[in-house]
């Protein structure tokens, strides 16, 4: 299965004391690993981020499946306010930017096409863990939060655990892959930026 098939991703961070770059593994509803979201850091990246502020500093997010073959890239390049993040699919090729919006305490991601057209958005209160996705036509096309049904809702428990949802119905490719990968990586992304 693609790992951008799937409707329903439950996004779980894994700690590492040692190590400068965020990784989360990624499970299905059925509590199955289908992949992991890395961040990669350079030797002078992981240098500059102990002397600067990091929410200026690039940074990268590797989308890979099960079987390590990469997915998605998120990536953003020096920064010094409101910062614009690409999206490349796994060949490299761009397919979306991302641009960040910050309302006091309510973080807003507007998701592009290539052709700069709007495609989605995620919108949410980031205190309380709720985000909604809508399309460009500002229907809900899906939800970021912490209320995990099941059985996963007993495995995982803590802050950076969440669940994305997509609605089955919203099939356009390119922009499911550019707006899951938004999703995704929500938590990366609101690290780094502060």
């Known amino acids: 299965m693609n790992f951008f098939d799937t409707n329903s991703y439950f ?22 690993e289908i992949g992991s979201v ?18 200026m500093l690039p940074f990268k997010l590797e989308i890979r499946d099960i079987d390590n ?11 010094f306010f409101m910062s614009e993040i690409t999206i490349d699919d ?17 973080p807003t991601f507007k998701i592009f096409d290539t052709a700069q057209s709007l495609i989605g958005v995620i919108t949410g209160d980031w205190k309380a863990w709720n985000f909604t996705i809508k399309g460009a036509d500002d229907n809900q096309i899906g939800t970021i939060d912490k209320k995990w049904a099941g059985a996963m809702k ?29 999703a995704i990586t929500i938590d990366m992304v609101l690290k780094e930026s502060k």
Do not use: H, M
């Not at 641009?99 to 006091?104: A, D, G, S, V």
């Not at 655990?161 to 938004?182: H, M």
């Open 69 to 79: 073959k990469l997915q998605a890239t998120i990536s953003r390049g020096w920064t």
């Open 38 to 55: 890395r961040q990669r850091l350079t030797s002078g990246q992981k240098l500059l981020r102990v002397i600067l502020n990091k929410a």
């Open 154 to 182: 007993e495995l995982f428990t803590t802050a950076d655990k969440y669940n994305v949802t997509i609605n089955p119905e919203y099939t356009k490719d390119k922009a499911k892959i550019a707006i899951i990968s938004s």
């Open 11 to 32: 996004i779980d961070e894994k700690v590492n004391f040692f190590n400068f770059e965020n990784c989360y593994k990624v499970f299905n509803d059925n509590g199955d």
């Open 90 to 106: 796994a060949d490299g090729n761009r397919i979306g930017t991302i641009k960040q919006k910050f309302k006091f305490l309510k």
